[in-house]
């Protein structure tokens, strides 16, 4: 997903497949490389442990007000990492960094779902006596009701629910309710019936789309006045464009938390977020312990100088589960050439970009990033200028006009710039187009955009499955006319059958080494030139403890690991 | 706005007085009526009289001077950049070293920094120094974004005129309906704030460009943001040219020229406008300097000239993103906005004295240049 | 005065409605992109898009859309296409950091406005006169966005004296003054030196006029005549100019001094919204400084037939 950052350092064996067979056996393995001593600390959610204390008023800052503060609408790391320590999906991922961050864990449900009838049938139990922040008990039917109003909203999240039985009926008609899903009140039975198999669904069950709500929630945005939490903080108030506030569930110490003793308490009594336009403010704030914590990166301008002055004691560099890339558009002259599409990713250095973003992109050049199930490290095109000319002028393809399309965000648009300049060293004649970030995507997705040559895109995983970048990015059969995501537009038959085959089956070693397999059949069609993997940051003010601040690669940010020193 | 009135020379000055100054009223325009029938039309009279003022003004001459050495030296971008830089303005340099002496410069350090001006350390190459991640020229950039932005402001202030010129004589001269539709059309542009009609047509055609039947802009063309501001500052010319026009209507001078039986083209060309002229050469050189002002902002705002393309206004917003860590990348273009338009502004403060020692057009600049927001406070 | 009032009203509502129209024209006819698409999110369906069109009301004819905005738009109800928040609250949310911004503003470059302009006047021709006329112009050339620019590197982030930006509501008087001072001075810095330029030349325009003469003649004292006779009748253009800028600045006009500094009020918002080509937000702001614009104007003329004798509004105007 892009924007939704995501940490997993090394791509080990999956942690999803291996939690989905050992179903209930719960994470008490506490396996994870990093810093045992938190999820120790956070389990609890009582004193501290680890050196740090509890309670507290945090301040944050964002940049901008998240997309929404409703579990159902909001489909940006920003709503996600706000939202996260509220709405607790049936699933859930584990609060913690790396690979274990990835792990699936139960959240309002019992244990994890039992799959059965050839992959289609999902069961599992809702736990007893949870409740809202507002003494309201949570029912098995607002699991129902939540994925129902995904689709009354009209919210970017109903795509991944569309496989449930009866559910591109409901999203036509918005009457009857979606019939693929069964729920028992009494049992608090689910049960989920889907089209077809699918290996994903599980991980589209641990997002906040499907955050159970009460049923009187209006099928409306409510970013407003967020609907009553089910985790251990609830949002007081909520301002859109200004702030919002939590503080903790009064139910949660009582009755969820402690069944739910894998998700974290969390330290602080208090969370207020404000939004801050000025990137540089929001740095100075932080130095001088204003805030406590700022959800975005430093300032490209200022990242250098946090690095250096904070790196270890305050700041963490932090990887993300992305691809940042040049998509070269397979239907039209001149990337319908293989030869060309070559050229342009030998010609492409990678070292270059990680110099124009200033250090925050480390240089990768395939379609899977680091810390994606089925990653396996490969470079097919080093760079070599020489060789790309020399395939141009095999090519036979000479002073094509041809256009580049890139957004305004720096340092995007100089990476537009360096492809251009590239582009142009190849013998094409180009022209820039380089369109406001809040419409780049759209534009470039709408095929009947005149001149869809070749351009910048990045991308960020919606949930750590490999799938989510092929399917949507790569598969042909994923091409529509607007809201495309298919920028390449290559559609390979049996590049798209692979694709829908292994999206049917649950990933495990087995599907990581074939996923692996497609990343290199992909980048053999030169269909993209990838260039880079995304890296963001933690940055705490001075009495924040770093240590055991935690970084979860779907969700950013734990708040809930945030605490003061002692 | 502007609104309604006007039918009469006394609520033209309600409403422009601020505008127009009381000029159109009693004292200033006697001298260029006078003037009109003795001399305009030889070239002998006003002008040498203006001239012999102007050439008192060293300061203003100064001015002239400064801002012809600026336009030549941007006329000559591509002597600096093919035999001084040895580089184009949009080639990057992103992993380049310079060799300086013994001495081996990255030109972009591994932290996204640039190096600094080298003056002519490295034989001339990044003189100014480099602008950014990208390492490209930032002497070479300036020198192309200044050919940007004086071929913005100096072109759009042609278009401004000569809309302002036609629309103003047809309204003021044929009143009734023509005058009608003009001025109200002009009360639409007018109301609206001028920056947002800008922006909001500079963003609607950065994504599409234009096309209109057989012209065809490119989005990247200067020609969009030129025509724009061109545009935008039509009715602040043709209001107070609409208003002098009105009150040469009622004159002797033209009264016999009807009498005679001149034509209408006749009197509006030979008669009227060059009583007008020393009011457009004033308006002329003070839009210059607001359109340079404005098309800062535009660029600023993303909606006006587009990269890679330079324009001292892209210039400064690109400078913006590394305020911090390297301010001289925002001061160098803004210096050479405010020499620009410095100069500018003296020499047309000279000439509006040359031209008009009675003041007669003095409060226009506010027409032209003050409204609030083209200047800039925007 | 009722029957003007009465048509400059009817006017100004012209006026807005074709405003109105011709943004809407701007954003609707001139393809750019569906806003459903946009809304719907990156992996939308199209029955997705299909819906959002629906429940945006996109899929209705081009008057029944404008319709619909304009209605929301007046009601209070209109909403943003990508927050998603009440855009007329937004606006008035927006106007005291506006105000305290223009207020601020207006009330430095009045006064160096006036004193530049009165002492240049006063001593027209000499050398104050000339070092002053230097200073205004260089601050009328300046662009706003490169003052402002040098004075948050400098006095934010060098020396660190005032806080680097955002607004601080006037609850507390001592953080509101520090977070807008750098803010006032990028704002007046041009319209002081324009004005002192207006001023003196109106003071030496009315210094040549019969009556100063005769009043010099009675042997009035300098001072007397110049404060009495010359200033007072030098002020109408310069206050009949305030009244159109004001009106500019007020309705949203400073667009670039808001962002710079993070001030949000109008202007940012106004900003924000033509960046992310934000229709319903464009609109209502276009709506609300035009507004703004054409009730100066009116307050302009208004004040004009009061100051100067020699007008009797509507007395051509029929």
């Known amino acids: 997903m892009r924007k939704l950052a995501i940490f997993l350092s090394i791509a080990v064996l999956a942690a999803i497949s291996a939690v989905a067979l050992a179903a209930c056996g719960g994470g008490g393995s506490g396996s994870g490389t990093t810093s045992e001593s938190t999820s120790e600390s956070n389990a609890g959610g009582s004193a501290g442990e680890g050196g740090g204390s509890e309670g507290g ?157 009460p049923q009187n929630t209006p099928n409306e945005d409510q970013s407003a006045s967020p609907p009553p939490a089910s985790g251990p903080y609830m949002i007081t108030k909520s301002q859109p464009g200004r702030g919002w506030d939590y503080e903790r569930n009064p139910y949660w110490a009582k009755d969820n938390g402690k069944q739910m003793t894998e998700i974290p308490s969390g330290h602080v009594d208090k969370i ?169 995507f759209t534009v470039i997705g709408n095929t009947s955009t005149p001149n869809l040559d070749t351009g910048w895109a990045d991308w960020f995983e919606d949930f750590p499955h490999p799938n989510d970048f092929f399917d949507i990015l790569l598969n042909g059969e994923s091409i529509q006319p607007t809201n495309n995501q298919n920028f390449s537009q290559i559609n390979v038959k049996p590049l798209n059958e692979k694709i829908n085959k292994l999206a049917e089956e649950q990933l495990g070693p087995q599907q990581e080494s074939k996923y692996a397999e497609l990343d290199e059949e992909f980048m053999k069609e030169a269909t993209w030139a990838p260039y880079g993997t995304r890296t963001l940051s933690l940055f705490v003010s001075e009495d924040i403890n770093l240590e055991t601040a935690i970084w979860n690669p779907t969700f950013e940010t734990e708040l809930t690991s945030l605490e003061f020193k002692k | 706005m502007p609104s309604e009135s006007e039918k009469s020379g006394a609520e033209t000055t309600a409403l422009e007085g601020a505008v127009v100054s009381p000029g159109t009223g009693p004292g200033g325009s006697e001298f260029a009526i006078v003037e009109a029938d003795s001399g305009a039309r030889q070239g002998g009279g006003p002008w040498a009289i203006a001239w012999r003022r102007l050439r008192r003004n060293h300061f203003a001459l100064f001015a002239l001077g400064v801002f012809l050495l600026i336009v030549v030296c941007c006329l000559l971008a591509p002597v600096w950049a093919n035999q001084v830089a040895h580089t184009g303005p949009n080639q990057t340099h992103t992993l380049e070293k310079l060799h300086e002496g013994g001495e081996v410069k990255e030109v972009v350090e591994p932290s996204g920094k640039a190096i600094g001006p080298q003056f002519f350390a490295a034989g001339g190459k990044f003189f100014l120094g480099a602008d950014g991640h990208l390492g490209r020229d930032e002497m070479v950039r300036l020198l192309y974004g200044g050919r940007s932005s004086l071929f913005i402001g100096i072109v759009a202030a042609i278009i401004t005129t000569i809309l302002a010129v036609v629309f103003g004589l047809l309204s003021g001269f044929y009143g009734g309906w023509t005058d009608t539709v003009i001025s109200r059309a002009m009360d639409v542009i007018w109301a609206f704030p001028v920056v947002l009609l800008a922006i909001a047509l500079g963003i609607v055609l950065a994504v599409g460009g234009l096309e209109i039947g057989p012209i065809h802009l490119k989005s990247s063309s200067l020609w969009i943001p030129t025509l724009i501001i061109g545009i935008v500052y039509t009715p602040y010319m043709a209001r107070p040219l609409r208003g002098e026009i009105l009150a040469f209507r009622e004159k002797e001078f033209i009264e016999a020229a009807v009498a005679q039986g001149a034509g209408p083209s006749r009197i509006m060309f030979l008669e009227i406008l060059p009583n007008l002229m020393s009011t457009i050469i004033v308006f002329f050189t003070l839009n210059i300097a607001n359109n340079m002002l ?48 410095l100069s500018v502004n003296v020499f047309g403060d000279g000439l509006r004295d040359a031209l008009d020692p009675k003041s007669k057009v003095r409060f226009e600049a506010r027409a032209g240049s003050s409204d609030p927001e083209a200047i800039g406070p925007v | 005065m009722l029957r003007f009032l009465v048509r400059r009203v009817l006017g100004a509502i012209a006026v807005l409605f074709a405003i109105s129209v011709l943004v809407f024209l701007i954003f609707n006819v001139v393809p750019a992109t569906n806003p459903a698409q946009r809304i719907a999110g990156k992996n939308a369906t199209p029955q997705l898009i299909k819906n959002v069109e629906k429940e945006w009301g996109f899929d209705k004819s081009l008057p029944e859309q404008y319709w619909t905005q304009m209605k929301l738009i007046f009601t209070g109800e209109v909403k943003s296409y990508n927050a998603h928040i009440n855009v007329d609250e937004r606006i008035v949310e927006g106007i005291p950091a506006t105000a305290s911004l223009c207020i601020g503003a207006a009330i430095i470059w009045l006064a160096f406005g006036f004193l530049f302009g009165y ?200």
């Open chain 1, 57 to 213: 008023t945090l301040k944050g800052a964002y940049t901008s007000f998240p997309d929404y503060m409703d579990p159902q609408i909001s489909y940006t790391a920003e709503g996600w990492t706000a939202m996260r320590p509220v709405y607790i999906p049936l699933l859930a991922y584990k609060a913690a960094p790396g690979e274990e961050g990835a792990e699936i864990i139960p959240g309002l449900a019992k244990e994890m779902p039992k799959i059965t009838n050839g992959d289609k049938t999902y069961t599992m139990f809702l736990r007893e006596g949870l409740k809202y922040s507002n003494g309201e008990p949570i029912k098995a039917g607002d699991f129902k009701y939540a994925v129902e109003r995904c689709f009354l909203t009209n919210s970017g999240g109903s795509p991944f629910y569309t496989d449930i039985v009866g559910a591109e009926q409901f999203a036509k008609t918005k009457k009857g309710g979606i019939s693929g899903i069964k729920v028992n009140e009494k049992t608090g039975e689910i049960v989920i019936n889907l089209e077809k198999p699918q290996g994903t669904f599980l991980n589209e069950l641990a997002l906040m789309f499907v955050a159970p709500v």
């Open chain 1, 272 to 440: 207020e977020i404000e939004v801050n336009r000025n990137q540089s403010t929001q740095v100075n704030d932080i130095e001088s312990g204003k805030l406590n914590w700022i959800f975005d990166p430093p300032p490209t301008d200022r990242y250098q100088e946090v690095k250096e002055k904070f790196e270890g004691t305050q700041f963490k560099p932090e990887p993300t589960i992305s691809t940042y890339y040049f998509w070269m558009n397979q239907t039209t002259e001149p990337f319908s050439n293989k030869k060309v599409r070559e050229a342009v990713n030998y010609a492409v250095d990678p070292a270059a970009l990680e110099r124009i973003y200033t250090g925050q992109v480390v240089g990768t050049q395939q379609i899977l990033p680091p810390g994606m199930p089925g990653y396996k490290k490969f470079e097919l095109f080093p760079h070599n200028m020489k060789k790309a000319k020399e395939l141009i002028a095999e090519s036979g393809v000479k002073d094509k006009e041809i256009t580049v399309w890139t957004d305004t965000e720096s340092p995007n648009n100089d990476a537009g710039t360096y492809y251009q300049g590239v582009l142009k060293e190849l013998g094409f004649n180009v022209e820039l187009k380089i369109l406001n970030a809040d419409n780049y």
């Open chain 2, 294 to 341: 404005l098309e800062a902002v535009l660029s600023y705002l993303g909606a006006g000239v587009q990269p890679p393309s330079s324009s001292w206004g892209t210039m400064i917003s690109e400078g913006f993103e590394a305020l911090y860590s390297q301010p001289l990348l925002t001061i160098i273009p803004g210096t050479a906005i405010l020499l620009t338009v």
């Open chain 3, 119 to 318: 002492l240049s006047a006063v001593r027209s021709g000499g050398w104050l006169d000339r070092g002053l006329t230097v200073l205004a112009l260089i601050g009328i050339s300046m662009p706003v966005f490169w003052l402002a620019s040098i004075l948050l590197y400098y006095f934010t982030y060098k020396i660190e004296l005032f806080p680097p930006s955002g607004y601080e509501p006037l609850s507390d008087p001592g953080k509101w003054f520090s977070h807008l001072i750098l803010p006032w001075i990028s704002l007046a810095v041009l319209f002081a030196g324009f004005y002192s330029r207006v001023l003196r030349s109106s003071m030496l325009d009315v210094m040549n006029e019969d009556y100063v003469r005769t009043a010099r003649a009675k042997g009035l004292s300098q001072r007397r005549v110049m404060v009495k006779h010359v200033l007072r009748n030098s002020l109408i253009p310069v206050i009949t100019l305030f009244g159109l800028d004001f009106g500019v600045l007020i309705g949203g006009g400073a667009i670039v001094t808001e962002s710079l500094f993070n001030i949000e009020g109008v202007g940012l918002f106004t900003a924000e919204a033509l960046k992310q080509q934000d229709f319903p937000s464009i609109m209502a702001v276009t709506l609300f400084g035009a507004f703004f614009i054409v009730l100066f104007n009116i307050l302009v003329d208004i004040g004009y037939a009061y100051l100067d004798p020699r007008i009797r509004l509507g007395a051509s105007a029929a």
